[in-house]
C-alpha cells in the first residue's frame, strides 16, 4: 500500500510561477499513490483556473473516492474569511485540504482544529515575503471500506505557529480515538522532523525525509505517523520531487500480506 502526503501550493511552479493543470495531473500521477493527502488545495479560484484541483488529482490517481475540505472562502494571502462546515462548493473561490483515496471511503469526518491568532512573516506563492495571518486548520478523516488494509487515514495542515500547530496535533490525535485502526496520518505538520513524534504520544512516525524546500530539501515538515502499534511494516520512504510546489511529496510503501489490490 502507498500513502503519500503533499503540500500542493496549490499546483504553483517555484521555478516559473505558472500554475498548470496539466502539471499538477502528471505530478501525482507519477507518484501513483493508493491513498494521498493534498494541502494548500484550490477549488474555483481564478489564480489556477478555476479548476477542482481534488477532483482533478482522483482522476489522475484512478481514484474510487476523494473529498475536498475548503478551510477558507477567498484567497489566501489577499481576501478571505472562515468557511463554514456546510459551505457550498463552486459558489465562490476556496482553499483547504484534500483527500483521494483508491481504496472506497465508508465514511468521512471533518475535524476543526482552530486558529492561532497569530501573524508571522511567510512566503506567499513561493516568491514574495508578506505578514500573513494564519488561515483556520482542519482535518478529513476517511474509515476505508474492508478489505482495505488500514483502517482510517486522516489528512492535515496544521498551523505554522510554534506551539499552536503541537496543540492542534494532540487536538486531532483525540478527536480520531474512536476511528478503527490501523489509523495513519498524513500532512504537512509545520513540524521539524522528529518533533510529531515526540510530542504525539502513541503515535510513531513511518517516515523520516527532508521535504522542503523542493528544490533542496533541508526540513521535513511533511509526514505520515500510526497510531502505535497498528501500523503494518514499512517497506520504503521517499521525498519525491515533482514540478509543482515548494516542497517534495512524502511518499510511504507498506508492507502488506498478499490480498485485494484497491480498486482502479
Known amino acids: 500500500m502507498r500513502l503519500a502526503t503533499f ?82 462548493l463552486g459558489v465562490a ?71 499552536f500547530n503541537i496543540a492542534q496535533l494532540t487536538r486531532l490525535a483525540r478527536a480520531v480515538r474512536d476511528l478503527p485502526g490501523p489509523v495513519l496520518l498524513l500532512g504537512d505538520l509545520n513540524m521539524p522532523g522528529p518533533v510529531p513524534g515526540a510530542v504525539l504520544r502513541g503515535w510513531h512516525p513511518l517516515g523520516r525525509a527532508p521535504t522542503f524546500p523542493s528544490e533542496r530539501p533541508r526540513i521535513q515538515f511533511d509526514h505520515v505517523l500510526a497510531r502505535a502499534p497498528e501500523a503494518p511494516p514499512v517497506r520504503a520512504v521517499e521525498a519525491v520531487a515533482t514540478p509543482v510546489s515548494d516542497h517534495r511529496a512524502l511518499v510511504v510503501d507498506l508492507e502488506i500480506s498478499r490480498g485485494p489490490r484497491p480498486p482502479r
Open 7 to 88: 503540500n500542493l501550493l496549490h499546483g504553483r511552479s517555484p521555478d516559473d510561477g505558472v500554475v498548470d493543470a496539466e502539471r499538477l495531473r502528471d505530478a501525482v500521477k507519477g507518484l501513483d499513490a493508493d491513498v494521498l493527502a493534498l494541502q494548500e488545495v484550490d477549488h474555483a479560484q481564478p489564480r489556477s483556473g478555476l479548476v477542482d484541483q481534488t477532483s482533478l488529482v482522483a482522476e489522475a490517481m484512478g481514484a474510487h473516492d476523494a473529498r475536498f475540505v475548503p478551510a477558507v472562502v477567498g484567497t489566501p494571502g489577499e481576501t478571505w474569511r472562515p468557511a463554514d462546515p456546510d459551505e457550498v
Open 93 to 163: 473561490p476556496t482553499y483547504g485540504i484534500g483527500l483521494v483515496s483508491r481504496w472506497p471511503v465508508a465514511r468521512w469526518r471533518r475535524i476543526p482544529l482552530g486558529t492561532s491568532p497569530a501573524t508571522l512573516p511567510l512566503l506567499v506563492d513561493a516568491r514574495r515575503l508578506a505578514l500573513i495571518p494564519d488561515e483556520p486548520r482542519l482535518a478529513l478523516a476517511a474509515v476505508l471500506t474492508p478489505p482495505a488494509p488500514v483502517g482510517t487515514v486522516v489528512a492535515t495542515h496544521l498551523s505554522f505557529a510554534p506551539g
